[in-house]
């Protein structure tokens, strides 16, 4: 388990990915201008879920396997970048679905896609093999253990960002922008977000 120093040292390493925009966080905002507070809601616990088996995958040593592999983590990298190119275009295809038919629901689950999201990111899975085993001591405890503690806890505190963005986004879209008009500009500007998104994961290093 990390020391009393080196948990002050995690928990603000962990801060700073929670807040630090990146394809989960981005997706949570583009739903949530989109679809209000519950699909903003539901795109955070899709984005939890999937971290969470990052974290599964860390603990079990697999991410390791991916962090090695140039070909795995290229494949993971554009498939994830691709299907975030697809929701963005989906988006845009569809946003005039709601004025034309107020009783017709967005397509898609934002839960699933924010699994989706999530898990197609492969540095969300570096991310938590290059920062947990810092923290972990074998001889003090189980490493497996100590990671799923240690990623569970990053995990909280990014679905809190997570959260947070979403609530705070549909307000903004149920009211300043709560218009007809402007919900078709902000799927338009979701979907652009998402395309542009998928765009920058694509070229990341």
Known sequence: MPTGAEWLVFLGTAAVFAITPGPGILYVLARS??????????????????????????ALGLSAVLAASATAFTVVKFAGAAYLVYLGLRAIR??????????RKP????????????????????????LLPHFVHPEQAPAPLVFM?????????????????????????????????????????????????????????
Do not use: C
């Not at 616990?45 to 860390?58: Q, R």
């Open 94 to 103: 569809h946003r005039g679905d709601e004025r034309n038919d107020p009783a």
């Open 107 to 130: 397509a898609g689950s934002p839960l699933a896609q924010g699994v989706l999201t999530e898990l197609l990111n492969p540095k969300t899975a570096l991310y938590f093999m290059a």
């Open 33 to 58: 201008l989109r679809g209000g507070r519950g699909e903003g809601v539901r795109s955070a616990v899709g984005n939890g879920i999937g971290a969470a088996v990052h974290v599964v995958a860390a």
């Open 149 to 205: 503690l240690l990623g569970l806890v990053a995990l909280g505190m990014a679905s809190l960002a997570d959260l947070t963005v979403a609530l705070f986004a549909a307000r903004l879209g149920s009211g300043v922008l709560g218009a007809p008009r402007w919900r078709v500009r902000q799927r338009v500007a979701s979907g652009a977000v998402m395309i542009g998104l998928g765009g920058f994961v694509a070229v990341a290093d």
